[in-house]
């Protein structure tokens, strides 16, 4: 910079104007240096989109082991699964083991990290093994999960004096069964999100409306909620979506049984696809599951997206 | 009553013993099944259906795991799949850090035309459901003989760990003040010295608690290996599950001791970035 004000004591403009570009560099470098730095990882995507392709192709044709040359078959595949009522029993629980399992785990969650942000010492000495289920794989808490629910030499018969008849993967338990598996694991995420969302929040308003002589419900209500529903929206939109492709503990625990109870669409898709070497019906199961899971994302993400500006407004 | 919202200001009420009672209450749930994992990997096999909580404690199953003699029991050779996992796992997080860090400097600095399109895509393999792809990539493998192969477990891991390491870093570059390279530039440094000098070092806590999240998750998948792998390549995942037994002997407690070798690497990780879990879990989505 070369100005040459004179008398006055003010900064000299800064250099900031093309702060990208030493003078040697060329515009169309500077412009197409993102994209330069993002080509590998788009090239990954793109080796992964390939067998995404594929398998959406496989729901059009009638692919499997005994079928190893496949023609195409149009949507043969959708109006046959689409009106298989195995299919719909898999829509079915799909979507109770989402929302319930979304619903319990919010709840919980919640209270946890209000718990949790009393610091009390008992709270502090918690905090540090939240996140201990969350860190054991979910198949690994299938397998615990699966011993301990054991009739003839699980503990939990045993501690709560159930006798070796109660089953809890039997037919009429087995589904809020997997589910409580489910809350085990992933409570604590929620807990965690939620509680960075309450640490983040400005003490002024809290203490003013305290003044005002507020109840804590209704500062809750009113004051804490509000700002912190940017970070229970993200908690529900990946424990919805996890939970709309849940397999692993499921599987684990049940393989889908016993009858459909359990056998959710991932698991659906395994059967046929995996077990049966039917690949073109659970590639349909899947292209139907994916469709879901997108039109689920988008309106979440949309309404997360709105939260967000609206808590970006309210603070500033 | 109110002060129970802010922290740090407490006293001693019926409210606030309630409340320490249920947070009692919900660890002894959520530590209780841990705490079964390890007391059944501690016991000897003629106790393993047994109910008690004391016992004399004996480190042989996970000498039995995790030497021939396990293997010969139950055909699931561990050793080796704790292996194929470390090497797996890492070999995906690297080539993740090699491919993802560059974008996730390029989302993080730049505004440019596509960039929310690239990282929503990027997110979105987040959500996929794995069989989607797994069952076109079981055929593909199986074809071009990537099949039950190292190589192939971690080109397929990538989807877990390549989504993490960019939505995680492209939050920790975006704090990062830009002047700090622009000072650097104007001393004369090329931007990529500025970027391999100035900005990367900076960022070094958020690489290494990507990094460590990228390996916690490879690790715990279990879909991939099942599908995509035999008996050379499977993982920890998978061989715990097969120390049930199908039909023959079940060893509950090696399967313990198992399942709490396989539970290690991830929780001792996880304490060790307990600072950055956060961010890392919400994937950059909510800033914290």
Redesign the interface.
Known sequence: MSTTVTGRTQEPTPVKREPDRPPSVPTWRRKARPYLLSIPAVLIIAGILYPFILGSYYSVLNYSAINPLPSFVGFDNFSRVLSDSRFWGSVRVTLVYAVVATTVEMVLGIGIALLLNRASRIGKLFERVLILPLMVAPVIAGVIWGLMYNPQFGVINHIFGLGSTFNWLSTDMALWSVILVDVWIFTPFVAILVLAGIRSLPKEPFEASEVDGAGWFYMFRRLMLPMIWPYILVAVIFRFMDCLKIFDHVYVLTAGGPGAVTRTLQIGAYEDSIINLNYSQGSTYMFLLWVLVFITARYLVSVLGKAQRRAAGAEG | ????????R?RFTAG?VL??I???A??A???F??L??VL?ALKTPAE????YFVFSPTLENFAIVLSDRGTALTSVDFTSTLITSVISCAGAVLVSLV??V??A???G??K?RG?ND?MF??L??R??????????????YHQIGLFDTRVGMI?VL??VT?PLV?WILRSYFQDLP?DLE?AA??D?Y??RRAFVMVALPLVRPGIAAAALLAF?FA?????FAL?LTGNEASTV?VA??KF?GGGGQAY?NL??AA?VI??LP??IL??SI?RY??RG??FG??K?
């Open positions: 009553m109110v002060k129970e919202l802010l922290p740090g407490r606030s409340a320490d249920a947070l009692v919900w660890f749930f959520a530590l099944p841990i079964w994992m059944l393993q259906t047994s109910t491919i993802g560059p974008a400097y390029a989302a600095r730049w440019y960039s690239v895509t990027i979105s393999f959500f996929a459901p794995e069989l989607m792809v797994i069952v076109p990539l079981f055929v593909i080109w990538q989807l390549m960019v830009e622009q530039l104007l004369g090329t931007r916690i690790w715990n998948n279990y879909v599908i995942t715990i599950t049930l509950y399967t313990a399942a396989a539970a991830p929780l996880a304490l307990q879990l956060v879990l919400s989505a909510v914290a």
